[in-house]
């Protein structure tokens, strides 16, 4: 959810310049809730960016046609936005655990060998 996000606002601030629109304040403020609540209630299926990317463009009234510009890349994109959400998920998980006194130091520096896992 995190990658999706950042790259949805990402996208519509470089669709907006393609096109040489002017982003206000109250735009910023509008493409932030949206590709927030947005990157919320998608799937997690590769691509879904995209679908959820023209609603974020028609709250600012920007073009949709704009997503044909980030269609090219979206595959890199999406492998990085992934990247982006794991790692927020993993560090967010460990500062819970930490905070809810349920992490365990020797379970979690123990180390695994092949033997174990079978």
Request: proline share 2%; net charge negative; charged share 20%.
């Amino acid at each position: 959810m995190d990658g999706t996000a950042i790259m949805q606002e990402i996208a519509v601030i470089f669709i907006a310049q393609v096109y040489r629109i002017h982003l206000t304040l109250q735009s910023f403020l509008t493409v932030i809730l949206t590709a927030t609540l947005a990157s919320i209630g998608t799937a997690g299926v590769p691509g879904v960016g995209l679908i959820t990317l023209s609603m974020v463009l028609q709250a600012v009234g920007l073009p949709i046609e704009g997503i044909a510009l980030i269609m090219v890349i979206d595959r890199l994109l999406d492998m990085t936005r992934t990247v982006v959400s794991i790692t927020g998920d993993a560090v967010c998980t460990r500062l819970i655990s930490k905070s809810e006194k349920e992490f365990d130091k020797e379970i979690y520096y123990e180390k695994n060998t092949d033997e174990e896992l079978v």
